[in-house]
Structures are given as structure tokens and as C-alpha cells.
């Protein structure tokens, strides 16, 4: 059975951090692609930041700068560490797995910036 089971959400200050993770189980970790992807209210699903079964990383522009995903294969976890978070940045966030035709998601975890 697929899993993918998002932690580290909550409240912040602006200018705060986290460091979200997700625990992944039922497939083959280290041959997908991941991704973080994070929803407002009223706002469309976004990409935040992806990384590549090989290490590879893109991000969307309103993270540059402020936000790492990384990822462990031997624990088959992936991580985002955000740094310098933004109003703007309020939403749930989603773990993403991606290989072929095969796509997986997690139930999100809740960020929200706030002072």
C-alpha cells in the first residue's frame, strides 16, 4: 500500500522556519521524482519545489533563495526546509511522487505565517 505521510506543518511567525518531511512506504523511493506542492484557499494546486531521483532541484521563483527540498533514500524521506517565511506562503502543503504513469499524493500538512 502507497503512503506518503506529510509532518512539520503549523504556525510561524513571519521570517520564521520549518522543515517539513515526508515519509514514504509501498513503492520504490529512490526511482521517483519528488515534489512539494502547497494550495491556498481559493488559489489553484502549485508547485514548490521538486527534486530528482538523481538530486536534481527546481524551484518555483516566489521559494528561490528561501527554500530546500532534500532527500533521503535510505530513509525514504523527503524534506523541505523553508527559511524566511512570507504571509504569502500560508497554505497546505502536499508531498508528491512521481515515476511514469505512476503518481502519488499525501494528505498535506497545514503552514501557516502568522504573527
Known amino acids: 500500500q502507497v503512503q506518503l505521510v506529510e509532518s512539520g506543518g503549523g504556525l510561524v511567525q513571519p521570517g520564521g522556519s520549518l522543515r517539513l518531511s515526508c515519509a514514504a512506504s509501498?513503492?520504490?523511493?529512490?526511482?521517483?521524482?519528488m515534489g512539494w506542492y502547497r494550495q491556498a484557499p481559493g488559489k489553484q494546486r502549485e508547485l514548490v519545489a521538486s527534486?530528482?531521483?538523481?538530486?536534481?532541484?527546481n524551484y518555483a521563483d516566489p521559494v528561490k533563495g528561501r527554500f530546500t527540498i532534500s532527500r533521503d533514500n535510505a530513509e525514504n524521506t523527503v524534506f523541505l526546509q523553508m527559511n524566511s517565511l512570507k504571509a504569502e506562503d500560508t497554505a497546505v502543503y502536499y508531498c508528491?511522487?512521481?515515476?511514469?504513469?505512476?503518481?502519488?499524493w499525501g494528505q498535506g500538512t497545514q503552514v501557516t505565517v502568522s504573527s
Open positions: 509501498g513503492f520504490s523511493f529512490s526511482i521517483y521524482a
Open positions: 527534486i530528482t531521483s538523481g538530486g536534481r532541484t
Open positions: 508528491n511522487a512521481n515515476f511514469m504513469r505512476k503518481n502519488y
